[in-house]
């Protein structure tokens, strides 16, 4: 069974930094697509970053393009987001992803056929 987890959300002051982790189990991981995305109150959720493992592409929402980095560790099977010039407005419920093929779109990131979500990690921003 697929398993993630997220962990390293927290409260930051506006211009500060976070780091996402997501461990991942139970899967091959150079198998799948993998990404970030976050929900903020009374929104729907949102790719962040994705990224194709096998073909090796990396795709942003332009909100986040800049100051987010999407990476892996293949030994460790785990999935980082890296958060750099933090705005108030990136506070969410951040939740991490695999599943097959990617979707990029204007205005649309995500994954294809959707396997697992993680169990989400709040990361609030303070002006």
């Known amino acids: 069974e697929v398993q993630l987890v997220e962990s390293g959300g927290g409260l930051v002051q506006a211009g500060g930094s976070l780091r996402l982790s997501c461990a991942a189990s139970g899967f091959t991981f150079d198998e799948y697509t993998v990404g970030w995305f976050r929900q903020a109150p009374g929104k729907e959720r949102v790719g962040v970053a994705c990224?194709?493992?096998?073909?090796?592409?990396?795709y942003y929402a332009d909100p986040v393009k800049g100051r987010f980095t999407i990476s892996t560790d293949k030994d460790k099977k785990t999935l980082y987001l890296q958060m750099d010039g933090l705005k108030p407005e990136d506070t969410a419920v951040y939740y991490c992803?695999?599943?097959?093929?990617?979707?990029?779109?204007?205005?649309?990131?995500?994954?294809?056929?959707?396997?697992?979500w993680g169990q989400g990690t709040q990361v609030t921003v303070s002006s």
């Open positions: 990224a194709g493992l096998r073909e090796g592409v990396i």
């Open positions: 992803a695999v599943g097959y093929g990617l979707v990029v779109e204007p205005g649309r990131l995500g994954l294809n056929n959707l396997q697992r």
